[in-house]
């Protein structure tokens, strides 16, 4: 049982190119969320999904796009890189995505470092 | 705006001491409180959670205190031990919706 895998752990790019952080999960949890997180600032939400199909914007969207074309997957599109995506980015995912019980609780990954030179 | 203000930025506790983490919020629809512990290089992990109807909730070492009226919740780390050194994050949640984190507290437990 993997949980939540996300790759590239590292990348190094360059102003304006484009990139797709991976995320898949094996916990057949319908929620799965994508975070950023810089020093001092937490967490915050770039994007979430509630199942196949279905996306929504979080508190930082601007700059990424998502999809979800199937339950395990939901990657991370930086289209036009700019320095101020340089974070580390992880994703999470839940069972359901409300309430308070156990099938709320978010499993992360290990996180992608995102650099941009 | 960050909805749920989490203090100190950073803490440095001697081994054995009380660790103690403060959170404040202000939307009272917020119904669930998580704290995730993350150490460095690993993504954060649910520690302990409590709902808004329950004062108190202990786990081990680990106490969540909520006062309701007062839009507060803290994280007591009791005989606090050099392993415990990590980032903790408060979090809150309305149902339906995703987690609003705290800007984390980087805890040093010193030997």
């Known amino acids: 049982n993997a949980g939540v895998t996300q790759t590239p752990k590292f990348r190094i790019l360059k102003i304006g190119q484009s990139m797709t952080l991976q995320c898949a999960q094996d916990?057949?949890?319908?929620?799965m969320y994508w975070y950023r997180q810089d020093p001092g600032m937490g967490l915050k939400l770039i994007y979430y999904?509630?199942?196949?199909?279905?996306?929504d914007k979080g508190e930082v969207p601007n700059g990424y796009n998502v999809s979800r074309s199937t339950t395990e997957d939901f990657p991370l599109r930086l289209e036009l890189a700019a320095p101020s995506q340089t974070s580390v980015y992880f994703c999470?995912?839940?069972?359901?995505?409300?309430?308070?019980?156990?099938?709320?609780?978010?499993?992360f990954g290990a996180g992608s470092r995102l650099t941009v030179l | 705006q960050q909805q749920v203000k989490q203090s100190p930025q950073s803490l440095i506790v001697q081994k054995g001491g009380i660790s103690i983490i403060n959170c404040a919020y202000e939307?009272?629809?917020?119904?669930?409180f998580p704290w995730y512990q993350q150490f460095p290089g690993k993504g954060p992990a649910l520690l302990i959670a409590?709902?808004?109807?329950?004062s108190e909730k202990k786990e081990g070492r680990f106490t969540i205190s909520f006062n309701k009226s007062a839009k507060q919740f803290s994280l007591h780390i009791m005989d606090s031990q050099p392993g415990d050194s990590a980032t903790y994050f408060c979090?809150?949640?309305?149902?339906?919706?995703?987690?609003?984190f705290g800007k984390g507290t980087s805890l040093l437990v010193t030997p």
């Open positions: 939307n009272t629809a917020f119904d669930y």
């Open positions: 979090a809150a949640l309305i149902t339906g919706y995703a987690l609003n």
């Open positions: 409590i709902r808004p109807d329950v």
């Open positions: 999904s509630v199942g196949a199909g279905i996306t």
């Open positions: 916990m057949n949890h319908n929620y």
């Open positions: 999470a995912s839940s069972y359901s995505g409300g309430g308070p019980s156990g099938a709320n609780v978010l499993t």
